[in-house]
Structure formats: C-alpha cells, structure tokens
C-alpha cells in the first residue's frame, strides 16, 4: 500500500510537467507557423 502512495506522488509531479511540454510544444509550432504564413 505504501509503495502506491509513493507512485501517486511521483504521477503527480510527472503529469504537469508533461503537459507543460506539451503545451510548450504546441505553442512553439504555432509560433513557428505563424512566421511562415
């Protein structure tokens, strides 16, 4: 039970960091398209 806890912690601390990559990703390419049109 214990080491759940401790892999919930870990996910919780993952996740926002993925998102933030993704989102980072998203608007870089947006950026990035904007300069070409």
Not at 3 to 20: Q, R, W
């Amino acid at each position: 039970m214990e080491e759940m806890k401790t892999v919930h912690k870990k996910a919780n601390l993952i996740m926002p960091v993925f998102i933030g990559m993704g989102l980072g990703a998203l608007i870089g390419l947006l950026a990035y398209v904007k300069d070409w049109l």
